[in-house]
């Protein structure tokens, strides 16, 4: 069974930095792209951030590029996001992903994690 | 980026079938066969119901399909049924190394 747990939200006040992870389990995570995804309360779903499976590619949407950074330790089945100058509009329940593609990533993500809480306060 | 346009709102009764629209532009879903669908119930994480357009994972009942017409890709659920209630997203690659997700269509049955 595939599960993905994500941990390391909380309450945290602009221009902080918070560092989320992602455990995977239930399959071969260095064989898969991994992404995060966040939710503002209430909005709908924004795509944050794509790793490709070797952890040598990445992508950002325009509003965290510069600020966030994901990597992977492929030893330990483990995603992170390293969260700086964080801002108000940040909040969100962040929620890492697996892609359903294999090797390469396909932009589509079929297991996601019960996500993780972060607020940010001015 | 830009989001993707979704309806509001869409309704059915049960047993009935309901369309939801998504439309993008030439650069994202007219452009690349990586559009996807999600359904999402309240405090709940998204679940894939549709990926490359027209593909089902695994476990997803075929009452669920997916369609492409220009830059509209569409979601239609027949055979409605009541756990179909739920918020369904649709997103797709943009071009530029990044995702985009429409706004999302609750659906009430």
């Known amino acids: 069974e595939v599960l993905l747990v994500e941990s390391g939200g909380g309450s945290i006040q602009r221009g902080g930095s918070l560092r989320l992870s992602c455990a995977a389990s239930g399959f071969t995570f260095d064989n898969h792209a991994m992404t995060w995804v966040r939710q503002a309360p209430g909005k709908g779903l924004e795509w944050v951030s794509l790793?490709?499976?070797?952890?040598?590619?990445?992508f950002y949407a325009d509003s965290v590029r510069g600020r966030f950074t994901i990597s992977r330790d492929n030893s330990k089945n483990t995603l992170f996001l390293q969260m700086n100058s964080l801002r108000a509009e940040d909040t969100a329940i962040y929620y890492c992903?697996?892609?359903?593609?294999?090797?390469?990533?396909?932009?589509?993500?079929?297991?996601w994690g019960q996500g993780t809480l972060v607020t940010v306060s001015s | 980026q830009s989001a993707l346009s979704q309806p509001p709102s869409a309704s059915g009764s049960p047993g009935q079938s309901v369309t939801i629209s998504c439309t993008g532009t030439?650069?994202?879903?007219?452009?690349?066969?990586?559009v996807s669908w999600y359904q999402q119930h309240p405090g709940k994480a998204p679940k894939l119901i549709i990926y490359?357009?027209?593909k089902r994972p695994s476990g997803v009942p075929d009452r669920f399909s997916g369609s492409r017409s220009g830059i509209t890709a569409s979601l239609t659920v027949s055979a409605l049924q009541a756990e179909d209630e739920a918020i369904y997203y649709c997103s797709s690659y943009e071009g530029s190394n990044t995702v985009t997700f429409g706004g999302g269509t609750k659906v009430t049955v």
């Open positions: 790793i490709n499976a070797a952890g040598t590619t990445r």
């Open positions: 490359d357009v027209i």
């Open positions: 030439n650069r994202d879903i007219g452009g690349y066969d990586y």
């Open positions: 992903a697996k892609d359903v593609g294999s090797p390469r990533w396909a932009y589509s993500f079929d297991f």
